[in-house]
């Protein structure tokens, strides 16, 4: 089979060098990358670094290799586009259809999908013309990567970050195994729950789970790489954020209802992936509990935390939300999944069997999705990934 060919863009911002760790990531899948970097991207990371890394010559005027008309071949031949980082400039000039240099002729010669990840200071991104510049090209089919939230150049901090360059990949891998595919999501809100809430004891230990995020992840990941704007409920989690997704860290099932309970008030769909403690200690020590040798230790009382699948469901913020619950079972699978579904009253319960060294951590799933219609959809072992895609099917056919 021929690689896939992705053309790298990479345009005039101080986070080119990010892009380098980008080519990496493709040219190491098996990728043939094309570089097109900007007049001003060079100023930043020279044509050497750009040529040696992809194995490729590269030019940013359409006036080398003339006979070979570049400034067609490039776009008219690429599998995917992807500009990162995106200035404001090139933004503008693809939204308007500018072609003066390669990266622009590229762009309006491409029929591929083409991906923006923008980089850039907040005031520039949040500048009504960048935004209707983005809706613009949005509009079109692109998918256009929110920045992240964190240190810009120079002392300042704010929305502008361009995403870890392994995220940007993630959404590209996601892009090109879509294909032409119609971003199915797109308009929608959806808001995922990750992790594993942790309910403290005193100011150094808590109760948890064995739950990573990475089932949460992955569902956020593929919803944002199918048009969604997604909300992401993090609680404890260690992972990367995934390109493009609004995250809100939350440490204990109070402030994880708290923030799902918030974000699904404008929301096509929640999916509470996460694993919620059904108990909290009853009482909150203010300093750490002392052993005393010659006492036993005091027990543990617990009361029950709110039921916020449960609570989604019966109260849904919008008509015809789609709530999807997780259920982590160790035996019984699928005849407790059935009744936790009946109970809970979401729309689609994905039951899943779990243990000390299953599931938990793992980088692949199993599941069978029960649908409140009666459907079961069995996923087979295989990457969490695919399990999310199969969820966000049955949303995307749920939602119209
Ligand atoms: C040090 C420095 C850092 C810059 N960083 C950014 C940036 O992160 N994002 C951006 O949109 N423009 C940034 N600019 C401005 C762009 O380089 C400038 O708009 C340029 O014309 C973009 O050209 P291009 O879009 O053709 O690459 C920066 C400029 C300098 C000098």
Redesign the pocket.
Known sequence: MDKPKVVLGV?????AYKACELLRRFTESGHEVRVVP????LHFVGAATWSALSGNPVATEVWDDVHEVPHVRIGQHADLVVVA?A????LAKAAHGLADDLLTNTLLTARCPVVFAP??HTE?WEHPATQENVATLRRRGAVVVEPAVGRL?GVDTGKGRLPDPGEIFEVCRRVLARGAEEPDLEGRHVVVSAGGTREPLDPVRFLGNRSSGKQGYALARTAAARGARVTLVAANTALPDPAGVDVVPVGTAVELREAVLRAAADADAVVMAAAVADFRPAAYAAGKIKKKDDQEPEPIVLVRNPDILAELSAHRARPGQVVVGFAAETDDVLANGRAKLKRKGCDFLVVNEVGESKTFGAEENEAVVLGADGGETPVPHGPKEELAETVWDLVAERLG
Do not use: L
């Open positions: 345009s005039g911002g101080i986070a900007t007049a001003s991207a980082p200035t404001a400039d090139i980089a850039m520039m150049t």
